[in-house]
């Protein structure tokens, strides 16, 4: 069952305010902040502290995975039914590693596009955002408006509240 | 771009999403009408089989081979624009490599046709697949036919992911801008994209990644095509330079038919014509002029190993192509992808829509002559002179290679309708972002 979301969301015009408005929010000992934008922009990472993102790992080791698995398949096919051809190589490497290549980007697109997915998933679980209705339809996050929302407990609202509205945030919502 | 915002950008996107008009659908009918003779023919080739295509011995590779290649390297076009500007952060790729990924993605499913059809017996396509037979054979791994089969089912597999990925933010976006069902299936299509900073994290990350395989997916596919014919050793064919010359050609294709896909839909969409600027095309045009140099070069040094190498079939089969019956293919492809490109090296004639859409189309003519040339000469004047033969065009493949066409268009014109084919989400990333203090 999921828990009640109790903290703030803001949505601002202009990327400066909101950027500004993460850096105090930061200095005030709020970091899980999740922010909305309509494109990915430096300026929103450089204020949150450059996270990185670990799906390269994943990218990887689907290449490695992919490159070893059809190297396995390759001389399986190979030593199981032997073909031999003039005076060519039964196991050829030039021709497995062609194939092996291939295989190995096959596999690591995959690995890519599910790492990348449970990666949002596992920052979205971490980073909760509210579920009321009125967030939810929300539609101009993804057109021209940028957001913050910012989980905290009960007293904490008031201070987050001030600090949204010093940076000219358009409407502050307090999800309690 | 300076009256461009984030919303004007969303607007102009929904709004080429609206029902068809009437000039969608008359096209339609003529794309479907295409498609439909060109399957028709494909059913009378399966009841009587190979003799109604133009195949014959020693040409055992015709049309359907030269269609194979011709949209193989269409898609890796596509690629090139979608996957290789975006590693060196071309700003003009933004506009059109939403385009360049359908039009990547709708190649490949039509080149992936081409040796179905080319069996013959189509529906034995799967003794192409690595399991063993009735007699515990394996595939043989040493053949490039089957090399084919791994590259080009990969590329599709990455070109369609890699299309699908790109759209997500933009279904995001439409969806925010719809009202009822409509809204509620682009929200799932979305499969929740919302914009927040993990998601763009894990995502532009991924993307790169998407972009840097996909680049090293295009080289190693446009090589193995190419050592279809070059791991034989029929003269024309068995040749070092063929893996660049099929991809310089595969861009160089690629390019052109991005522009006769982009330069109409920025007419019927006005809003497009704000979007894909004047300058964009020029860019693209400029890849032509660089691809249709390397071309040019190729067919040169060809001509210069045949003679160099000595060997009198490879001086034949050449002096066979320039002088011999398929003279005027060959003549026909030098025209279309080394001279008229030249009238590109002219700012005024890149800046010229209606000229770029036709210098286009006349490179679309000459890559496709191109591969007829090299596919079907090497076969068709090989060792023996008692083995020569001529290559005769037959009804059921003219009209399975218009149905080609038809199947292509048929999905961008429907593609066109259901997502952004302008990528809204990188085109706000070239643009100033809204500050309230201006840098």
Not at chain 1, 76 to 90: E, F, R
Not at chain 2, 95 to 111: G, L
Not at chain 2, 201 to 229: E, P, Q
Not at chain 2, 302 to 311: D, K, L, R, V
Request: hydrophobic residues 50%.
């Amino acid at each position: 069952m999921n828990k009640k979301f109790l903290g703030a969301w803001a949505t601002f015009e202009y990327l400066d305010d909101m950027c500004a408005a993460i850096g105090e929010l930061k200095g005030a000992g709020f970091h899980r902040i999740t922010t909305h934008a309509p494109c990915p922009r430096h300026e929103i990472d450089h204020a949150l502290g450059n996270p990185q993102s670990r799906v390269p790992f994943a990218t990887l080791a689907g290449g490695v995975l992919g490159f070893g698995v059809a190297v396995l398949i390759i001389t399986k096919m190979a030593l199981d039914w032997v073909l031999p051809v003039s005076g060519k190589p039964i196991l050829s490497i030039p021709n497995m590693c062609l194939v092996a290549f291939v295989f190995a980007i096959l596999t690591a697109v995959y690995f890519t596009i599910g790492g990348m997915f449970l990666m949002i998933l596992r920052d979205t679980c971490r980073h909760p955002v509210p579920q009321s209705r009125k967030y939810r339809d929300y539609d101009r996050f993804m057109r021209d408006r940028f957001g913050i929302v910012v989980p905290c407990e009960n007293d904490e609202l008031e201070k987050i509240e001030n600090i949204l509205k010093s940076h000219q945030a358009e409407e502050v919502n307090i999800e309690n | 771009m300076n009256q461009l915002t984030y919303g004007t950008i969303n607007d102009k996107v929904v709004n080429s999403l609206e029902p068809p008009g009437r000039s969608w659908i008359v096209s339609m009918v003529v794309i479907l009408g295409a498609l439909s003779m060109g399957i028709f023919a494909w059913m009378i080739q399966i009841i009587h089989g190979l003799e109604w295509s133009g195949v014959n011995h020693p040409v055992a590779w015709g049309v359907y081979i030269t269609n194979f290649v011709f949209w193989i390297e269409i898609g890796h076009g596509g690629t090139m624009v979608s996957a290789v500007l975006y590693l060196t952060r071309a700003r003009f790729r933004n506009s059109i490599c939403r385009a360049s990924e359908a039009m990547t993605v709708f190649a490949v499913m039509t080149a992936g046709l081409f040796p179905l059809i080319h069996l013959g017996r189509s529906w034995l396509f799967f003794w192409l697949m690595p399991y063993p037979n009735q007699r515990e054979m394996w595939v043989n791994f040493k053949s490039p036919l089957l090399w084919d089969v791994f590259a080009v089912a990969t590329y599709l597999s990455v070109s369609m992911v890699f299309f699908v990925l790109g759209l997500l933010p933009d279904l995001a976006a439409v969806g925010d801008e719809s009202k009822g069902l409509k809204r509620l299936l682009y929200r799932i299509a979305a499969v929740r994209f919302r914009g927040t900073n993990h998601q763009w994290l894990h995502y532009v990350r991924g993307y790169l990644l998407f972009a840097a395989v996909a680049t090293a997916l295009i080289f190693s596919v446009a090589s193995i095509v190419s050592w279809d014919f070059a791991v034989s050793s029929l003269p024309g064919w068995h040749s070092t330079i063929f893996g660049p010359y099929f991809l310089a050609g595969a861009i160089f294709s690629g390019c052109a038919m991005l522009l006769a896909i982009v330069i109409p839909l920025r007419r019927v969409f006005p809003g497009f014509e704000g979007l894909v600027k004047i300058e964009d095309l020029e860019s693209v045009a400029k890849m032509l002029i660089f691809t249709s140099l390397i071309v040019t070069y190729v067919y040169a040094i060809e001509f210069f190993m045949a003679y160099y190498s000595g060997s009198q079939f490879e001086k034949a089969i050449f002096w066979f192509r320039s002088f011999g019956e398929m003279k005027h293919f060959f003549w026909l492809v030098v025209a279309c992808n080394s001279i008229v490109p030249i009238a590109l090296w002219s700012k005024k004639v890149r800046t010229n829509i209606p000229a770029l859409f036709i210098i286009s189309l006349v490179i679309l003519v000459g890559m496709w002559l191109e591969r007829f040339v090299v596919v079907v000469s090497s076969t068709a004047h090989g060792f023996d002179p008692f083995a020569w033969a001529t290559y005769q065009f037959e009804w059921a493949e003219i009209w399975i290679t218009i149905g080609s066409f038809g199947w292509f268009f048929m999905w961008i014109f429907i593609m066109v309708k259901i997502v952004p084919f302008i990528a809204v989400s990188e085109m706000k990333e070239r643009l100033m972002p809204p500050f309230r203090k201006r840098k």
